[in-house]
Every structure is written in C-alpha cells, then in structure tokens.
C-alpha cells in the first residue's frame, strides 16, 4: 500500500523562551501549515515574560485542522533539555523544529515531508531567508547548499 501524503502525522515545534513580544508571529505561520496532517506543539522553557500566556491563548481561539499540544516546562530545562522535552511530546514520523523567533512558509511542513518520504533520512533541513526586526524579508538566504 502506498503511503499518502495525509497518512502521515508530521509534528511542527514552535519552541518558546522569553520571546513574548514577537511569539505570535511565529505560531500564527505554525498554524498557517498546509500540511493536511499536522501536530503542533507549542513549548515554553519556562519564560518568565508572557510567552506561555501568548501561546496558551492563541492555543485556545485556534479552530484551525491541526492538533494543538501546549507544553509549559515548570523549570529551565536548558536548550537542549528543552529539545528532548518537546521532542519526547511529538508523534510525527517528522518533527520540524520552529525556533520561536523564526516564521515559516506556509509550505514548510509539506515540503520537508516530501523531501522526507523519498529515502526517510535522519534530518532534512530547508532555506532560512533573513529578516529584520520589522519582518521585513532580506536578500540574505541561508541554504544548507552554501
């Protein structure tokens, strides 16, 4: 049997620290995925600033296809225990890691996914375009090309 695009959950980590005043930005382009199959997980690494209460909102008013899974570590785990936490949530076939900071085309699951299905290897890494502190996109892109 073939597998469809739609047969497989694919998990999409917007992880949070201190980042309250520019968060939403990064979980409204989480939610806008086209990938039909899609979990997202909103982590904070114990922000003491607000970014809990953004995603914990934002949690609550989406009506969107995709599963919503909020996580609030109760300490500082670290980058990388906070890695491991959010990872350790996810049910995907594919976990695609979403710095809170970072927004994502609305393709970004979708495409990771089909470059991942091919051969199934262990990371699959897409292009970063630069932006300023206004979100305004920069000639400067990032490809794991370079």
């Keep these: 049997m073939q597998t469809t695009v739609s047969d497989e959950l694919v998990s999409l980590i917007v992880f949070g620290f201190n980042q309250a005043d520019i968060i939403d930005r990064s979980i409204t382009a989480a939610f806008a995925q086209t990938y039909p199959n899609l979990e997202i997980v909103l982590s904070d690494n114990c922000s003491d600033d607000g970014t809990f209460d953004v995603m914990r909102r934002m949690a609550k008013a989406y009506d969107g296809p995709h599963r919503i899974r909020l996580n609030r570590n109760l300490r ?71």
């Design 76 to 146: 500082n785990l670290g980058f990388i225990g906070h890695v491991n936490k959010a990872f350790e949530l996810c049910s995907g076939v594919l976990i695609v890691y979403n710095p809170g900071d970072d927004i994502s085309d609305p393709e970004r699951a979708s495409t990771l996914y089909d470059a991942f299905k091919v051969d199934r290897p262990l990371l699959v890494h897409s292009d970063a375009v630069e932006m300023d502190a206004d979100g305004t996109l920069t000639d400067d892109v990032y490809s794991p090309k370079d």
